[in-house]
């Protein structure tokens, strides 16, 4: 009987598109958290953010050693499990969960706002509460169907958004700035009040939505190692470096005024929930220009934030399932759609929690509520990753965080200690100010933390102990073979062979074939998910290739890769092995990849050696040299 060679994750995704995703998400939140903080910082607004970004620095640094070590989806529950244990892993979790429903709902709430530049009615209620809720069910119906993210859409669209940014300061730096004017508005004790201004400094982490996205996309990275600390340091570069520079053009364009006795900035009244919008319309540039680059960031940062929602969705379908493959929720958690192969429990129950929050259309409570699900997510990140530094200190780290010194027999990662110790202060102060906050997180968390006991308690599970779904073992495979000629990829449900028949009579006898079954994984799961219905289809279809191939005589060795990219992964795979012919069966094939679907458009593209397409029972029609 054949046996399938299990070779595990494809790793495809590089620095740029690790950049794109993380600046996308957390970039986006410009788009609303500048007016969110205005309303309360005033004229000390660029301080609260420089503020927030030397945590959003520090809590980065923490990620980055975190996800080098561990690069598995779940960040800092992912940190608290290998440190302490699955309750301090589901805590930490379950915060997280908190911080995703509001990511969709406060960045889905804001695209009606910024479509509101063609139609005003989407600016204020109840407008922009039905948009938001369109937003979050389209979103959520798509990827119950299985909505793929388009890594070169990413990469324009964060490039894109990121040269905006950039030209809006600088267009504000030469049109409009005046140090004067940042200094003058400045009366702190009055306005900012410090109440006000430890209020600002409360929600300020709001800015820095995202995070997150560098520690999940780890398990995609081709180079972990390295790739992850240099996204984090690109990132940190650009991020820190525009929030700066739009919180003082920004002031700058809308200065703190009086008004009976009370101060105020327009991005913090008429332009809080569009507070780009409003820097663009106190720019000197003429009617028609200033109309046109009005619309051009309407319609941007409504992408943008579209995108931000559509990637909070798929991060929490991913934590979920990690949380779930972990018996750490209820394995419905875990189920996918029977048809579309996605979570569609998960997405539907948390889309429908982010539009329950998003009803109200109050965006402080929005905010208010990240953050306190985000400073605890944070200071549990940053003390499990200096429990790990005594805890396994001969582990592999690939990035460490920064300012270390010897205490206590072992090194001790300040930049972590102080991170924690900020983020902390940050969480409460939230509980402290915050009265939504401090019903509605304490609740959220309390109920989790009650359910997860009573759920372990039901599966004779204890809470402390890590459990996994019980998956099917890969059976043993065959020994490697020296030399490979050709590769075949096998889609779907090529039970009979056809594939590995046709590449015998192109290869001839004798020769060796690799023959790798390729399942796409969605975007909406981890990589490291259990999918086992694909992987038993796998080794029904790879045995009958087997057979079939020493029916001819061939060498086969047999693989499965899971990826996200099929193209890209089978790429990898030719050069690895040196192939001399990748042959598609697209006759074959499911209808994604029927006639020259985008595999066979990619390996066209890249040709890391000669390409062979068989489209009508006949091979070599298509043929690509190297």
């Not at 509460?129 to 299985?146: C, D, F, K, M, Y």
Request: charged share 15%; aromatic share 10%; glycine share 8%.
């Amino acid at each position: 009987m054949a046996r399938v060679v299990e070779r595990g994750l494809r790793r495809t995704v590089g620095v740029p598109g690790l950049f794109s995703t993380a600046y996308g998400n957390v970039g986006s939140s410009i788009y609303y958290a500048l007016g969110l903080v205005a309303a309360h910082a005033l004229g000390l607004t660029p301080l609260v953010f420089i503020f927030a970004g030397g945590l959003f620095a520090l809590t980065a640094k923490t990620y980055a050693e975190g996800a080098s070590m561990f690069p598995e989806a779940g960040g800092s529950s992912s940190f608290a499990r290998h440190a302490f244990n699955e309750v301090a892993s589901f805590f930490a979790g379950w915060a997280l969960t908190l911080d995703y429903i509001i990511t969709i709902a406060i960045s889905a709430f804001f695209v009606p706002h910024y479509l509101g530049a063609f139609f005003p009615a989407l600016r204020h209620n109840p407008g922009d509460i039905v948009g938001g809720l369109v937003v979050i069910a389209l979103l959520a119906g798509l990827n119950v169907r299985g909505l793929r993210e388009s890594a070169t859409l990413n990469i324009f669209l964060a490039v894109t958004d990121l040269i905006t940014q950039v030209l809006l300061v600088v267009l504000g730096a030469v049109l409009i700035f005046d140090p004067s004017v940042l200094v003058n508005q400045i009366h702190l004790g009055t306005a900012p009040t410090y109440r006000e201004l430890i209020f600002a400094l409360s929600i300020s982490m709001v800015a820095y939505t995202g995070i997150e996205t560098v520690s999940n996309m780890a398990e995609e990275a081709r180079d972990p190692d390295q790739d992850v600390p240099r996204t984090v340091n690109y990132v940190l570069i650009a991020v820190l470096g525009i929030f700066a520079g739009i919180s003082i053009i920004s002031l700058v364009a809308l200065p703190v005024t009086q008004h009976g006795g009370e101060y105020s900035t327009l991005l913090g009244t008429k332009y809080v929930n569009d507070p780009v919008l409003g820097i663009v319309s106190a720019l000197p540039l003429g009617t028609g220009l200033q109309t046109a680059l009005r619309d051009y960031v309407g319609v941007l940062a409504a992408t943008i934030l579209v995108i931000a929602t559509n990637a909070g969705l798929i991060g929490i379908s991913r934590l979920s399932w990690s949380l779930a493959e972990h018996r750490q929720l209820p394995a419905i958690f875990a189920r996918v759609h029977r048809r579309y192969r996605t979570p569609w429990f998960t997405i539907v129950v948390f889309s429908v929690l982010a539009g329950l929050l998003l009803i109200p259309g109050q965006t402080d409570f929005l905010g208010n509520l990240y953050s306190f699900g985000a400073m605890l997510s944070f200071t549990t990140a940053h003390v499990a990753v200096v429990a790990l530094r005594y805890r396994e200190p001969d582990r592999h780290r690939p990035y460490r965080v920064p300012w270390n010194v010897r205490f206590r027999g072992g090194e001790l990662p300040l930049a972590a200690v102080l991170g924690a110790i900020g983020t902390f202060a940050a969480w409460a102060s939230v509980v402290a100010l915050h009265v939504e906050a401090r019903t509605v997180g304490v609740a959220w968390m309390a109920f989790g933390m009650v359910a997860y006991f009573l759920y372990r308690r039901h599966i004779g599970v204890d809470p402390r102990v890590e459990a996994r779904i019980a998956r099917p073992a890969a059976p043993d495979g065959f020994h490697e073979l020296a030399y490979r000629s050709a590769l075949v990829p096998i889609f779907g449900t090529d039970v009979n062979g056809d594939a590995m028949r046709s590449a015998a009579r192109l290869a001839g006898d004798n020769a060796t074939v690799d023959a790798l079954y390729v399942i796409e994984v969605p975007p909406q799961l981890s990589l490291e998910s259990g999918m086992d219905e694909e992987e038993r289809q796998a080794r029904e279809v790879l045995d009958s290739a087997r057979i079939r191939a020493r029916e001819r005589k061939l060498k086969v060795r047999t693989s499965v890769i899971r990826t996200r990219n099929a193209g890209a992964a089978l790429v990898d795979e030719a050069r690895r092995r040196d192939s001399d012919v990748v042959f598609l069966d697209t006759v074959h094939a499911p209808p994604s990849e029927a006639v020259l679907g985008p595999t066979g458009r990619y390996l066209l593209r890249e040709r890391p050696c000669r390409i062979v397409i068989e489209t009508d029972n006949r091979p070599g029609n298509g043929t690509a040299p190297k």
